[in-house]
């Protein structure tokens, strides 16, 4: 399995450990690195942002107008950019499965709203893309603290996009929207059941061929988010979710980075993720 790492450089202090937390993953052989900043260096691939070709597939003209304005137009292109090129270079064979950094979040992010230090939709806008393809079916799978509002927008009416997100509720309709609730004080077992128990069996039902998972950490202990989850929760996910993208796509699966503020917590969990997307068993 060859898995793509998308990078950009940051605002903000949560991954001020990066791309240096990655050593001992960024040279094997497996494990292409695409970079935004360094993409003269050799053996790099570079990273390009988001075109606003892309853009108006999902999102409105006004709300793109509205972005610029932040003055962090540049930035959330570069961050909805990695997916959209992750799922492109999956598409074509050169990755199996992908980590993209994000300066910007996804899912707060709607056709025509934006907020909670989310941008664009990084999610929908590789899938816009991979509709032109020929691609039919998605899934998104969301484990950041938060409902995801702006991803539920996008897909509310779009039967071929399964949308799961554990969240504040508990919800399910007609088009393949799911919400599952977890309750204010939880724990890594009954949310990893949660996860076996409501994802697993609702993905290899409906056969995506692509994954996207929204990876927030903000429901780790000492989050803004917090649900009482530990940072060892989050690397159990990638192996389920992965699981099941091995099982019903090939593979395809794009781990996007989401919620969540703490350095320590990012640097602990975001090599053991990637380090289970590219199979490399250095954590066990
Ligand atoms: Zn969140
Ligand atoms: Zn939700």
């Not at 492109?88 to 050169?94: D, L, N, R, V």
């Not at 350095?263 to 640097?267: F, G, M």
């Given at each position: 399995m060859r898995t793509g790492i998308f990078f950009t450089y940051f605002q903000g202090e949560r991954l001020k450990d990066f791309p240096e937390a990655?050593?001992?993953i960024l040279d094997k052989e497996n494990v292409l690195y695409y970079d935004a900043v360094y993409n003269s260096r050799n053996g790099l691939y570079y990273l390009a942002p988001v075109s606003e070709e892309v853009l108006f597939k999902v999102h409105s003209r006004r709300m793109?107008?509205?972005?610029?304005?932040?003055?962090?137009?540049?930035?959330?292109?570069?961050?909805?950019g990695g997916t959209v090129q992750a799922a492109?270079?999956?598409?074509?064979?050169?990755i199996g499965n992908a980590f993209v950094f994000t300066s910007f979040g996804d899912h707060h992010a709607g056709r025509d709203f934006f907020g909670g230090m989310c941008y664009f939709n990084g999610a929908a806008l590789a899938i816009a893309a991979l509709k032109e393809k020929g691609v039919k079916r998605f899934a998104i799978v969301d484990t950041d603290s938060h409902h995801a509002d702006g991803t539920r927008d996008i897909f509310a009416g779009d039967d071929n996009v399964l949308h799961v997100c554990f969240c504040y509720q508990n919800y399910e309709d007609e088009h393949n929207n799911v919400d599952?609730?977890?309750p204010w004080r939880t724990s890594d077992e009954e949310y990893l059941a949660k996860m076996k128990r409501e994802f697993v069996p609702r993905a290899v039902a409906f056969k995506p061929e692509y994954i996207?998972?929204?990876?927030?950490?903000?429901?780790?202990?000492g989050e803004y988010g917090d649900k009482g989850l530990t940072r060892d929760c989050h690397p159990r996910l990638a192996k389920i979710i992965k699981g099941v993208a091995d099982e019903v796509c090939n593979g395809r699966l794009t781990v996007i980075l989401c919620g969540g503020s703490g350095?320590?917590?990012?640097?602990y969990t975001i090599p053991r993720i990637i380090d289970c997307l590219a199979e490399l068993g250095r954590f066990q």
């Open positions: 990655l050593a001992g793109v107008e509205a972005v610029k304005r932040t003055g962090d137009y540049e930035a959330a292109l570069y961050s909805a492109g270079e999956m598409w074509q064979g050169k599952i609730v977890v996207f998972w929204e990876f927030g950490y903000d429901a780790t202990q350095r320590a917590i990012a640097t």
